[in-house]
């Protein structure tokens, strides 16, 4: 029996969603649990044709324990937890979703107006106000101008910033200049060999004192070490985080007054999961075809 194999831990258990074709079973791993590599192997056989993966790791074990696995369809953005040569190599195509990115985008610009308005500086006193910014009139910096950095510049159009974007697909701005001339600088790159620690003691070093970090888009690519430092320093204001590079976060992290912390929410909203569910759907029959 061809199987499809669900091992995203947050991919919805309802079978009602899932197209009904009598050739195809579909199998799912344990909810609410991340599985390490040699948990998943546990789940993998000859007859898994497809794997629907969340953030856990699909390595070359995990492959070759399918041998007739042909499409890893991705139940999000991000794809530095599959080993994607590897499954080029063995021809199996790889699919994320793009669903997700009016979501993280809401969510990067929610999170500038916290920083801006100290919201949850606020939160913790009985009517005691705290004085914070205009988002007006800043400039916003862009590193990485994909489906999720264009929409946040979209969404901001109307409200009186201007823009500095790094992306080295586009002839934009140097990342030096976004780092010294942004008030606010919000991060959208994947986790790649070259974005890992793109952020760190030299980039901090370079922002303004008033400079605002923002990042939902992987852990790894802010040092955060050096960040705390940073903070420390006052060579920025102030981060918010969605993502670290070990979750949950620290508590170095959690008991900075000026750093905001949140848990890995970027695409958590009722309608957005089910509108990346119905794609990486999608994405799988597309390339099961």
């Known amino acids: 029996m061809q199987t499809i194999l669900i091992s995203s831990r947050s991919f919805s258990r309802d079978t ?32 898994i044709i497809g794997i629907i993966a969340g953030t ?31 499954a080029k190599k063995k021809k199996i195509k790889v699919y994320s979703t793009i669903s997700q990115s009016t979501a993280v985008a809401e969510l990067t610009i ?13 939160c913790d006193y009985c009517w005691n106000p705290i004085q ?19 929409k946040v510049v979209d969404m901001l159009d109307n409200f009186n910033v201007k823009f500095k974007i790094y992306d080295p697909r586009y002839k934009f701005d140097t990342l030096h200049e976004v780092l010294t001339k942004s008030d606010i600088i919000t991060l959208h790159v994947p986790l790649t060999a070259k974005t890992e620690h793109m952020v760190s003691k030299e980039q901090f070093a370079k922002m ?5 970090l923002i990042n939902t888009s992987r852990g790894k690519v802010v040092d955060e070490r050096a960040l705390i430092k940073a903070i420390a320093k006052k060579e920025i204001a102030g981060a918010a985080l969605d993502v670290y590079e070990k979750e949950p976060c620290g508590w170095q992290l959690m008991e900075l007054d000026n750093v905001i912390t949140m848990p890995h929410i970027g695409s958590y909203t009722y309608e957005t999961r089910q509108q990346m569910e119905k794609e990486t759907i999608d994405n799988l029959i597309e390339g099961l075809k």
């Open 56 to 86: 856990e790791v699909i390595t070359k074990s995990i492959i070759d324990a399918c041998p007739n696995l042909r499409v890893i369809s991705r139940y999000g953005g991000g794809l530095d937890n599959i080993d994607t040569a590897y």
């Open 110 to 122: 929610a999170l500038m107006f916290s920083l801006l308005r100290k919201i949850p500086q606020m």
């Open 208 to 212: 303004k004192p008033t400079a605002l």
């Open 16 to 47: 009602n969603n899932l197209p009904l074709d009598k050739e195809l079973c579909w199998h799912y791993t344990p909810k609410g649990k991340k599985l390490t590599e040699t948990e998943l192997l546990k789940y993998t056989n000859k007859d």
């Open 132 to 150: 914070g910014n205009l988002l007006a009139g800043k400039t916003i910096g862009i590193i990485g101008f994909g489906h999720i950095g264009s």
